[in-house]
């Protein structure tokens, strides 16, 4: 049963950083492109980061320079560190092996 859990989410202020973590089970992790989505309710959802089997990586417009997606393949974790945070950055963040199975989400709120 493949499993994907989101964790480090929360309250931070404007400018703060968080650090969110997904860690899957179930699957040959090594294998697949991993992908952070987020979305805020009544829009659609928006891929933020990207990161492939080889580790290369891609970002939103909106977030580059300030994200930065990672993976541990040893601990089948993705990572996205997430600097210089605003009110724009405040959704439920997602991840995926590559739009084949999702976590239940993580909620992130900037704001003061």
């Known amino acids: 049963q493949v499993q994907l859990v989101e964790s480090g989410g929360g309250l931070v202020q404007p400018g703060g950083s968080l650090r969110l973590s997904c860690k899957a089970s179930?699957?040959?992790?090594?294998?697949?492109?991993m992908k952070w989505y987020r979305q805020v309710p009544g829009n659609q959802r928006e891929l933020v980061a990207t990161?492939?089997?080889?580790?290369?990586?891609s970002y939103a417009d909106s977030v580059k320079g300030r994200f930065t997606i990672s993976r541990d393949n040893a601990k089948s974790t993705v990572y996205l560190q997430m600097n210089s945070l605003n009110s724009a950055d405040t959704a439920v963040y997602y991840c995926t092996n590559d739009g084949r199975s999702w976590g239940q989400g993580t909620q992130v709120t900037v704001s003061s």
């Open positions: 990161i492939t089997r080889v580790g290369s990586t």
């Open positions: 179930g699957i040959t992790f090594r294998l697949y492109d």
